[in-house]
């Protein structure tokens, strides 16, 4: 059987391509491997598949993250003294199936019900919400700091004291958009017990200490406010046709999702579960905080290094056919 070399050069999925790289033996053991977590951590560089190619990859996406030398360490009394309470340091490439096992015996940590997302990616940089947001907040609330990489090659600290710019933008502003984070401290607090429901009422404040740091928050303030989240959604198997797949990605985009903002008009949408194909991704995930997140974007990342076809600033691309991206 092939083996996918370990030090492979390529985002793993474009062995799957119609490109250069495409190796249809190769692209059998990614489609083998695709569900398995081990075997992304072997080939962190990853992007999302194309959505106008018909390559079955199950899922449909890839894992994004960078690994660090980091573990998921709770360290009592926090890394950030000015929150005063129990913190925990997570780096890259860890999921909340990581984390909670050791969270639970020195704190809880504010995080998502489902156990495989990603933490210092999509989750705490998209906004994060879970059960625990009624008493606390959202998940990005909790961030006391990151550690980052920019795209010059630097390192920077970003919290409300260092680079507080970017540390705003990236509790809740996109992730993918300004930097690679390594780490994240964020806030733990004594074990509560709660319960949720599928129909997820979100409240219009929070009562926690994260609701203090509410003006370093990249969190479209339109999602504070709502009353719910209702997801639309459509499925289908591993061999439903390419065509029809995205009719049924059309008609969540252009027909749900139109009478959804005619009902419920200026209410946004969550970063993290948004739409891919909104025409107007911009307004409707980020809200009145675009300009702000905008102006950390010009400044932490001038050209354009970190791009994702819905990120901060992506307005100003257009990716061809062939994958490559070109100025608007």
């Excluded at 704190?107 to 156990?115: E, F, K, L, Y």
């Excluded at 990616?121 to 700091?145: C, K, N, P, T, W």
């Excluded at 993290?272 to 990342?301: H, I, M, R, S």
Aim: glycine residues 10%; proline residues 7%.
């Amino acid at each position: 059987m092939w083996v996918l070399p370990a030090n492979v050069t390529v985002p793993v999925e474009a062995l799957c391509y119609p490109r250069p790289h495409q190796d249809a033996e190769a692209c059998a053991v990614i489609q083998a491997n695709s569900n398995s977590s081990a075997f992304h951590a072997k080939f962190p560089a990853g992007y999302d598949l194309p959505h106008e190619w018909s390559c079955h990859v199950p899922g449909r996406n890839s894992s994004t993250y960078v690994p660090t030398e980091s573990c998921a360490d709770v360290q009592p009394g926090g890394a950030a003294s000015y929150w005063g309470g129990s913190a925990a340091r997570i780096g890259g490439g860890f999921t909340w199936s990581d984390v909670y096992p050791a969270a639970h015996d020195n704190g809880v940590v504010v995080g998502g019900t489902c156990p495989t997302i990603g933490i210092i990616g999509r989750y705490l940089q998209g906004g994060g919400h879970g059960a625990a947001m009624h008493g606390y907040g959202f998940g990005s609330d909790q961030v006391l700091e990151f550690n980052v990489v920019l795209a010059d090659d630097s390192k920077v600290l970003a919290s409300p004291c260092s680079s507080p710019d970017l540390f705003q933008a990236l509790r809740g502003g996109c992730p993918r958009t300004y930097g690679i984070v390594t780490s994240a401290t964020v806030r733990t607090y004594p074990e509560t017990p709660m319960s949720a429901l599928v129909l997820q009422i979100i409240p219009q404040e929070c009562s926690g200490a994260a609701a203090k740091d509410f003006s370093l928050s990249g969190v479209n303030p339109a999602f504070r406010r709502a009353l719910l989240i209702n997801i639309v959604s459509r499925s289908w198997n591993g061999l439903t046709p390419y065509a029809d797949i995205k009719a049924a990605q059309k008609d969540v985009a252009y027909h749900k999702g139109k009478a959804q903002l005619a009902f419920a008009p200026d209410t946004g949408s969550y970063l993290n579960e948004g739409n891919f194909l909104d025409p107007d991704y911009l307004t409707n995930q980020f809200g009145a905080v675009l300009p702000t997140l905008e102006a950390a974007k010009k400044k932490y990342d001038p050209t354009d290094l970190c791009y994702c076809p819905t990120c901060v600033c992506s307005q100003h691309w257009a990716e061809e056919a062939d994958g490559h991206l070109c100025t608007v």
